[in-house]
């Protein structure tokens, strides 16, 4: 059988539960394509089975410690199944879910999202390429989807090796798919749209900002509208800003789509409005920051700092006494007690003294 041998700090990280094995920790590699492989530790001992990607960094990625597992139909059939059990209670509030998140739920680089009846999936390594039969086949028995459509487009399968591409898998998926999360209705875009078709790591955010916004509500980097059209159920009025026109233009068929007419469109760079507004000393009671990831590398980490630190200031400044603001970052590498400390300055810059709620 093939294996693959991995040194002392290797067997250590996989025992203390990373769920990888990088390239420099892998002592003998396996002679063999992408796949499944038993993973050994330097004395030979068996650790389990890992998901072998021969031209990635991350070498092995963890699917079962088990060194007698069978890497087949079944184990993903059982993987898969118990990843969207856990899913089950969010559908009493949404038909637009993440049903398996990858490592977290044991089926590392495999990503699925449900849209109503339809899923889309991502396969971000080569090891997990080997299995898209099997993987197809547990989804379809187990969601009966209208179709599957794979949004492979995604730059981490470059290093794999693996061809860029969005390709229908099974069935057929429209081009937009109405969803609802909470008592809001949006379009999501399966094949154009950001990430699988809409963001959806920030729906229970949205929800509850929506339960607790007041008065001129502004939402910057607003993509399709998903936290103004929150917004707008409390707020008097909301300005959902973003710097991309057919995003607004997509937000605003969603405002229509919940007969909401207290949403005006901004297309603007928010650094510059946020400037702007203060020049004009226009406030707001409700400030959403959700900003793309300012740091994609650990390097990218200072300037990044400096351009949340800017948007934040300036919201800050821009909120009326008694005013909410809700900030968020999704930069890996900016940690949260990092986030906190960076609001902390900016507050302090403009001798505001927020109540901090995380
Ligand atoms: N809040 C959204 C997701 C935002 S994604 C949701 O919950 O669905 C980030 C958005 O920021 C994108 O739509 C992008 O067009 C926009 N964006 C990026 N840089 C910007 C800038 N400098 N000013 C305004 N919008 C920007």
Redesign the pocket.
Known sequence: MTVARVNAKGARRWQAGHPWIYRTDVTERPVMDAGAVLVHDQRGKPLGWALWSPLSEISLRLLDRNPDAIIDQAWWDEHIASAIARRVPLEDHTNALRLVHGEADGCPSLICDRYDQWLVVQFMSAGLERFREEILGSLRSLVEPGGILARNDVSLRAKEGLPRETVILYGDVPREIEVHEYSVKFLAAPWSG?KTG??LD?REN?HFVGTVARGRALD?????G??ALHLARKATHVTA????GP?LMRAAENAARNSLTNISFVE????DYLREKEIEGITFDTIVL???AFAKTRNALGGAMRGYKDINLRAIRLLAPGGLLYTASCSFHLTKPLFLEMLQDAASDCCRFPRLGT
């Open positions: 950001q809409a963001f920030q949205r910057c980097f607003s993509y399709h998903s936290f800003l973003d710097a991309s995003a603007a760079n928010a650094f959700d900003p793309p």
